[in-house]
């Protein structure tokens, strides 16, 4: 049984348990029912009257205990470890106070019972929030890579324009110079330790935003020699292929350098990409665009860009020799005649493995079938696609000057609508009640109107996206 000095405060917290919203819709509290808590409530009653006549000279007597050190109560044998469950639920729902947190004491009641927590430590059972926070591992690189300012040497982004019509500008950041462009000049000095996001004004009032180019940003505005590679079709590519870091990959036709940078994040450092272009101008131009990716990556990170491309400038029907010790794991090819790069790359690509082809016609795409079927190579066209993304423009509705439009209620047109009740005054009830309901219906989004709709320019079509897989053929 409890003291008469301990007996108190326990049912003062069963009674506050009962009243939580929380606890009252516990399954196991709400089937015990409410004699337990009838129970409690008439034993507080009882001792709330010995408390007051012999509670001075207890505190005198006895020292005041902190409440970690008190001993556990014993409950009732039906409440008996079900209330410290939902209460300790409770606890880890909020932030532990000090005295939670402080390491508890294991200590057992007079009536020899174990294994029950005492209150102290029934929000310390769980671990607190912050410690769980602070515990989180968090790489260092985030911090560094997203808040560095902007320094000399690396690429910048410029931008600006109004609604769906955008001018972008990418350019290497100095020391000393301007960045000058058809919105006016701004001297570097004025971007040097700006954060990405800044806005700036140039020598026209121009009003633009500085950003770091991300992968997609870099293949739209770098030099280009051949027709670059969407990255809208590289992102397509890559779910074909199934890339996954340690691979290794080889790519037909380098062209501008787009599909290397994507398929070189693709694969990781320890992975690899096999490049091969046939055209000397292609094969340095993309040795060049990957250079600049990679210096400016390392200028605004911690962590390199893994130097994991092999950019080899020759045809590769005549590339088995550089190939015969390589197991690949994918394919890519950009060419104007993959078929015919196919009997050398299929030995070495790995059983199940995936070869993506990009071609820019449908006829290609016949030829490139014809050719496997007429060589007998045991690949499977699993898929023939094509990507088509629509951009569209959500905005406010403004007038020439720039003020914005606002909401206008429409009139009801009273000739109109005594017409329609001549004819049929059942149909000119219903026309007048649901005009009425128009007219005066709540806008949900205030009281300027939206403009939703695709924008005017639009990027079409741009390729095929053939699957192949490499299967085993069975023996006859």
């Not at 005649?337 to 059983?351: D, F, G, I, S, T």
């Amino acid at each position: 049984m409890l003291s008469a000095g301990r007996r108190g405060p326990v049912l003062l917290q069963l009674r506050r348990l009962r009243r939580r919203p929380v606890i009252a819709t516990c399954p196991i509290l709400r089937g015990l029912g409410r004699e337990p808590f009838e129970r409690a409530r008439s034993l507080r009653f009882k001792s709330s009257q010995r408390e007051t006549r012999d509670g001075e000279g207890e505190h005198k007597a006895t020292p005041k205990k902190a409440p970690s050190a008190e001993s556990p109560p014993s409950l009732p044998p039906s409440l008996r470890g079900m209330g410290t469950r939902c209460h300790s639920s409770l606890e880890s729902l909020r932030l532990p106070t000090p005295r939670e947190e402080s390491p508890p004491r294991e200590r057992e009641d007079s009536s020899g019972d174990q294994g029950q927590a005492s209150p102290a430590r029934w929000g310390s059972g769980t671990p607190s929030l912050s410690a769980l926070v602070e515990d989180l591992p968090v790489p260092s690189s985030w911090s560094a890579s997203r808040e560095e300012p902007f320094r000399a040497g690396e690429l910048v982004l410029a931008e600006t324009g109004k609604r769906e019509t955008q001018f972008k500008k990418l350019f290497r950041l100095h020391k000393a110079g301007h960045l000058n462009s058809n919105w006016g000049a701004v001297p570097f000095s004025d971007i040097v330790g700006k954060f990405p996001g800044q806005i700036l004004r140039s020598s026209s009032g121009k009003h633009f935003m500085l950003k770091r180019p991300a992968l997609e940003d870099y293949v739209l505005l770098m030099k280009r020699g051949p027709a670059i590679t969407y990255p809208k079709d590289v992102n397509m590519m890559l779910l074909m292929m199934d890339i996954h870091p340690g691979d290794t990959v080889l790519e037909a036709g380098s062209g501008s350098g787009g599909m290397s940078l994507f398929l070189s994040k693709a694969v990781g450092s320890q992975g690899q990409v096999i490049s091969f272009e046939i055209r000397k101008d292609y094969h340095e131009l993309a040795k060049k665009n990957y250079k600049h990716w990679r210096e400016s990556w390392k200028i605004s990170h911690l962590e390199e860009w893994p130097d994991n491309v092999n950019f080899i400038h020759k045809d590769i029907s005549g590339a088995s020799e550089d190939i015969k010790s390589l197991t690949l794991d994918a394919v890519a090819l950009d060419m104007l005649n993959p078929q015919v790069a196919l009997p050398v790359l299929y030995p070495h690509l790995k059983q199940g493995g995936i070869c993506a082809v990009y071609l820019a016609n449908i006829t290609q795409v016949i030829e490139l079938l014809d050719g496997i079927r007429i060589c007998e190579l045991p690949l499977s066209c699993e898929k023939i696609s094509e990507v088509i993304v629509r951009d569209w423009l959500v905005c406010l509705a403004k007038q020439k000057s720039g003020i914005l439009v606002q909401k206008v209620e429409p009139q009801i047109n009273v000739d109109l609508q005594l017409h329609s009740q001549k004819k049929s005054r059942t149909e000119g009830e219903m026309f007048q009640e649901n005009d009425y309901e128009e007219s005066h219906s709540d806008f949900p989004y205030g009281s300027s109107p939206y403009i939703a709709r695709p924008i005017h320019w639009q990027t079409g079509h741009t390729a095929f996206l053939v699957k192949l897989r490499k299967f085993k053929p069975q023996l006859s």
